[in-house]
């Protein structure tokens, strides 16, 4: 167990749990004691806690964001520091992170973007005109709230403009896909850095692909520094070319031609959102850095672009699944004889994608012997939705074909599949999609796809890009877990028109059938079986106990008669062995009559004899078989809900969960009579008491 949980900070903030771990630091979910409400608290792990140099890195992001107010920042409450113990007290925010978000939805259309870009540009803009650079933008470094508000977070290292010093690619650890070039060559900074490390985020949010890849962080870096990525319309059609603009000038490795301020990237961002057709005029390549550039930017173009004359459906599919590919200059071939090594260097490229491609049939022709993998519906769907999921790239290899094919079906939508759903395939396959190019009749209609088992916001994000409206339901479900979609109206396959609303219909689960608990009092043991069985209801524990009822009957049952409970629910049961033998006294064994031959006892005793009701025998009192006990059971005030479980000598007779709320709860219990053991567990917490049943 975690050794702060339980413990009380600062006098105030007793800590609950965790809610997540970063890499320097742990965050904790507390209560404040002294002004009743739920907070974060940040801790730094135990093996940075004693390093000098962190613990002030740490104590600088608590003045950083001290000194931050402001609606799209997380807030800053308090920080402390005891026994050695550094933490910092924040707002505690129930979301998700914007790369979890993305993760979910593959990438966001470009008006999703510009609303969660606008949002962290206020933050930048509130940021840096409090002199502090943030560093390390991040998707994972913005929460989003449910009613759609993006908040900036973790300061950690974050500088101050007027003391800033140098750092170099370490600081970035886990971040270097973001990183701008001046840190990556240990430059000086301004905030110009963080608009550079937005422009990838926007990049990334609207293509679902990050501008530069690599196997090692050298290789990313060497990227930033060097190559320039295409343009995110590129890689998804649809995206306006004036958010090209803004994205491709925000991600200048040039930072003298890059956004002088967050404010200038606020500004264009607000003008492409009230006209959609407005331009910039910004370069989009902005390829004239100053900076070395690599040869290898040359031979990836020319080599994608031999491929392509050999295998055009092939480039395609490239072209979509990476953003690493970068720009060929103009003049690129008019150069190229006067540049032997290149041409070399174009050689070995090529014989290394023609490598590539051999390698790819291989695996989809199963010659690896891989467990074979079920092919996809994927007709109705359009081309980029599927480029964009990785559900379907991650486990086949998708291409166009190379022409796509006039018809009525609206442009991009993918009309045949080659091999067809079903197909059991390996993993890494190539799956071919005949495309609609569109066509003089155009149906002007949604054609539905498939969303069993997927998430609404799986299918949020499809129909957004269509326009096309919806509403949800709820229904049970035995096949589909709670959460997921079963199934659409109009189904599958089917035409919504224009204007019309599909309705999505959501699993609630298994339904819970509800059954009525029988009488079982008298019963013997199998006749309760059955009775419990007939009921949808299980036999529980079986005890026997000592009770003046015939023995082998039932004489108490954990759940009440007539009670509604769900089906399958177990009930305990208590079984009488009798009563147990009373040693006799001696008069008992003398008081057998004996023949009065004087007759004197025949008639002075007569009335004796035939006194009272027992008719001359003796009546043992009856006692009740079922005594009954009420339980006080107080609720914890930490947790919303608490799981309450209640024995009577180690036998389970009550598991219920109620809200804390309450504050209490009483529970009637029902044994034999007599003194028993009885057990409260809240939440794991046991305490024991001897009551008396009567």
């Known amino acids: 167990m975690d050794k702060y949980i339980g ?38 792990k ?39 113990t550094d933490y910092i007290v924040m707002e505690l925010i129930e979301g998700i992170t914007l790369k979890e978000y993305l993760q979910k939805k593959g990438h966001l259309s470009w008006q999703e973007t510009v609303f969660f870009a606008e949002q962290i540009c206020r933050a930048l803009i509130h940021a840096h005109s409090r002199g502090i650079i943030h560093q390390d933008i991040k998707p994972q470094n913005v929460i989003i709230l449910r ?50 490390s937005l422009g990838v985020v926007m990049y990334e949010m609207l293509t679902g692909k990050l501008p530069f890849e690599g196997e090692t962080a050298l290789q990313v870096v060497m990227q930033h520094l060097n190559a320039v990525p295409l343009t995110p319309s590129e890689l998804m059609p649809g995206i306006p070319k004036g958010l090209d603009e803004i994205v491709m000038h925000a991600m200048c490795a040039n930072i003298g031609k890059r956004y002088a301020s967050a404010e200038a990237l606020y500004a264009d961002l607000e003008q492409l959102k009230n006209n959609v057709q407005t331009r910039f005029g910004y370069a989009l390549t902005e390829a004239e850095t100053g900076e070395t550039q690599i040869i290898g930017r040359d031979v990836q173009r020319a080599a994608r672009r031999t ?50 491609v051999v390698v790819g049939l291989l695996i989809a022709t199963g010659g690896n012997g891989e467990e074979k993998l079920t092919v996809p519906p994927l007709v109705g769907q359009t081309i980029d939705d599927v480029m964009a999921d990785s559900t379907y790239t991650g486990q086949f290899t998708i291409q166009e074909a190379a022409n796509r094919q006039e018809s009525n079906r609206p442009v991009g939508e993918i009309l045949e599949q080659d091999p067809e759903p079903g197909t059991k395939v390996t993993k ?105 069985t007939d009921k949808g209801l299980v036999l529980g524990s079986v005890n026997q106990v000592e009770s003046s009822a015939s023995v082998g009957t039932v004489v108490w049952q954990s759940v009440n008669k007539d009670t509604q409970v769900s089906q399958g ?56 078989t079922i005594g009954s006990a009420t339980v006080p059971v107080t609720l914890p005030d930490n947790t919303d809900m608490a799981h309450v479980v209640i024995s009577i000598d180690g036998v389970v007779q009550y598991d219920e969960t109620h809200e804390t709320s309450l504050g209490s709860i009483s529970v009637p219990l029902t044994s ?11 939440d794991g917490v046991s305490s024991s008491q001897t009551y008396t049943f009567s």
């Open 7 to 44: 413990k009380l900070l600062g006098g105030r903030y007793e800590i609950i749990d965790v809610v997540g771990v970063g890499g320097m630091a742990v965050v904790y979910r507390a209560r404040c004691h002294v002004l009743n409400r739920y907070v974060a608290v940040k801790i730094l």
């Open 46 to 84: 135990d093996e940075y806690a004693k390093d000098p140099d962190i613990r002030k890195r740490f104590s600088i992001e608590s003045q950083a964001v001290a000194k931050l107010s402001h609606h799209n920042i997380v807030s800053v409450y308090d920080v402390g520091s005891e026994n050695g």
């Open 147 to 196: 009613d759609g508000t993006a908040k900036l977070t973790d300061f950690g290292i974050a500088s101050f403009a007027t003391t800033q010093e140098t750092r170099v690619v370490q600081e970035a650890i886990g971040s270097v896909h973001y990183i701008s070039p001046e840190q990556a060559k240990g430059s000086k900074i301004d905030y110009r850095t963080d608009i550079y």
């Open 307 to 356: 491929a392509a004359q050999e295998q055009a459906a092939y480039a395609a599919a490239q072209r979509r699944e990476t953003a690493t590919a970068v720009r060929e200059p103009e003049g690129f071939f008019e150069r190229l004889s006067g540049r032997p090594g290149l041409a070399a260097g174009i050689a070995v490229a090529v014989v290394a994608v023609i490598a590539l």
């Open 428 to 532: 890494g396959a190539i799956i071919t999609l005949t495309v609609s190019a569109g066509g003089d009749n155009v149906s002007d209609t949604y054609k539905i796809i498939d969303f069993k088992g997927r998430t609404l916001e799986y299918a949020q994000a499809m129909l957004d890009e269509h326009d096309v409206s919806y509403q949800t339901k709820e229904e049970y479900s035995e096949e589909v877990e709670a959460g997921k979609i079963t199934r659409t109206d109009p189904a599958a396959g089917e035409e919504l028109e224009k204007g019309a609303t599909l309705t999505i219909y959501l699993s609630k689960g298994k339904e819970e059938k509800k059954t009525t608990v029988p009488d079982l009092y008298g019963l013997s043991q199998s006749a309760a079986e059955k009775a419990l």
């Open 569 to 624: 629910t177990a009930v305990n049961i208590q079984i009488s062995k009798g009563k147990s033998e009373q040693p006799t006294t001696p008069d008992d064994s003398d008081t057998e009559e004996k023949p009065d031959t004087n007759g004197e006892n025949s008639g002075g005793n007569g009335g004796d004899t035939g006194n009272g009701s027992n008719g001359g025998s003796t009546q043992e009192p009856t006692t009740p």
């Open 672 to 682: 034999t009579p007599g003194q028993h053991e009885v057990t409260v567990s809240v």
